[in-house]
């Protein structure tokens, strides 16, 4: 039997729609967003109906007949913590999210709600795979150094946890018997540490870690309070999670921008460019301690993974830490939801209770 899937992926500019006939992608839009568009919509959750509105009319555009649909699958978000899986999106998911019962907003929130608005009338299963919020930490993970403060945990789960089980597939081993330290390398980056299966640590994108294209990652404490008497909450939220990192330095988060003009002689971005590098490269050290140096791989993934002089730097900081470095460029997240719905569907796994 063969099943149809519909994959919807809202980010933060975009909302990325594939459909797959089992593990074979046969569609696959990117559906942008202007600035000026988003604008208009006070919240994340405002932008619901536009969204939404968006994917039918491409769909429809492209013929797609819904009603051969299988399911529909959505990118999961920063719910509460959850275990690694694939779940139904249930009323109780809906409700959680419009009466704001999530660690944060994010517009990955939008997956379960477009997804199961289009697969009700079909009375076909909406879903969600290794959302944000995969939590598999130990205690040691969850002490910030602030009683106060507790560690969260909120990665690019769905993006690792394939970037990981691609790996251990290269080494012929299973995924459980494996510690690797895998990177997402994106707007965001993440860096984590899975022990035999489990992601014990990592850092949140939005809270400490390496800077980014868009995040500042970690910074001095007192400083960052200076700053807090300076500007709204709203607007130092947006300072550290969309206007920092790259963009801050360099009045732009495109790698490619960025390389060119260090070709082109430009130091200062030369310097900020080996600068992220560099705390990239602090960061997977931290987490080769995690893991007490007992390390199969280490694994990178994400957008800017793309970069061959990236990856070149980066090898230069790390090599000594693994002999194996697995890079798995891009996006992978549009596969990882579309093989977590088709494991359920085939009844190879078990769907996950929210």
Known sequence: MSYQILVINPGGGSTRVALFRDEKRYMDENIQHPSEELSRFPKILDQYEYRKEAILNLL?????????????????????????????????????????????????????????????????????????SVDEFWELSRYSGLKEIRRKALSHALSVKMAAKEAAKRLKKSYKRCNFIVVHLGTGITVAAHLKGRQVDANNANEDGPFSPQRTGSLPLPPLVELCYKYSKEEILKKIQRKGGLLSYLGTDDIREIERRIEEGDEEAEMVYEAMVYQIAKEIGAYAVVLKGKIDAIVITGGMAHSKRLIRSLRGWIGFLSKKIFVFPGEREMEALAKGALRVLKGEENEKTY
């Not at 959850?82 to 997956?111: A, C, F, M, N, W």
């Open 60 to 132: 429809k555009d492209r013929r797609v007949s819904l009603e051969k649909l299988s399911c529909v699958v959505g990118r999961g978000g920063p719910f509460k913590p959850l275990e690694s899986g694939t779940y139904r999106v249930t009323h109780r998911v809906i409700e959680d999210i419009r009466k704001g019962r999530v660690q944060s907003e994010h517009p990955s929130l939008l997956g379960a709600l477009i997804a199961k608005d289009i697969a009700d009338p079909l009375n076909i299963p909406a879903f969600f795979v290794d959302p944000v």
